[in-house]
């Protein structure tokens, strides 16, 4: 197994860009979410999904967007990149009765 | 979910046992509390859980007091590459893992 595949490691965009964040994940869970890190800080959640075809919004869900049309894919969507969204992102997985969720070794966004 | 609170940075020497405290007063009866760990800014690694009783895995060892307002996470022996952020999350089992990381403890060790 894989576990949680993102790609890409790394991105730069300038501001206004637009880019998709991939998340893969091969375990067959039912939740996945995307995580934000900025620099010394803890990690904030962005989206959430239940299964496919559902999917919620955590703290930070301004200027993102997400779909889940498969249970193994959950892209993250940047519309219109600023500055702000210059972070670490991370892709994560769990069963839908478990708290142990598996990471991404995540996507190192600037924009600039 | 319970809020936590933990001390932002910890020093342990190579080999020797690191215990790091988690204080989580608010926590309510069907809230487990569960340890993650970042090393070096690579995404966080799941280390254990318990709910009431103490714990112990290949990696750690968790101690929860009686009533169940603090917890310590053990490492019986550190080693250079335990130096991470540890995290202390508490929160319902079951339902999803939507909680949100807080600021953790950064552990160094050193030889």
């Known amino acids: 197994n894989a576990g949680v595949t993102q790609t890409p490691k790394f991105r730069i965009l300038k501001i206004g860009q637009s880019m998709t964040l991939q998340c893969a994940q091969d375990m067959n869970h039912n939740y996945m979410y995307w995580y934000r890190q900025d620099p010394g800080m803890g990690l904030k959640l962005i989206y959430y999904?239940?299964?496919?075809?559902?999917?919620d919004k955590g703290e930070v869900p301004n200027g993102y967007n997400v779909s889940r049309s498969t249970t193994e894919d959950f892209p993250l969507r940047l519309e219109l990149a600023a500055p702000s969204q210059t972070s670490v992102y991370f892709c994560?997985?769990?069963?839908?009765?478990?708290?142990?969720?598996?990471f991404g070794q995540g996507t190192r966004l600037t924009v600039v | 979910d319970a809020k936590t609170t933990q001390p932002p940075s910890m020093d342990c020497a190579e080999g020797r046992a690191a215990n790091l405290p988690c204080n989580h007063s608010t926590i309510s009866g069907n809230e487990y509390v569960y340890w993650y760990r970042q090393i070096h800014s690579q995404g966080p690694q799941y280390i254990i859980h318990g709910l009431k009783n103490n714990e112990t895995n290949e990696m750690a060892s968790l101690i929860i007091t009686e009533d169940r307002k603090s917890s310590t996470l053990i490492l019986p022996h550190a080693t250079l590459r335990d130096t991470a952020v540890y995290y202390c999350i508490v929160r319902v089992r079951g339902g999803g893992f939507k909680t949100i990381f807080g600021a953790g403890t950064r552990l160094f060790v050193k030889a």
């Open positions: 999904s239940v299964g496919a075809g559902i999917t």
């Open positions: 994560a997985s769990s069963h839908d009765r478990e708290i142990e969720a598996f």
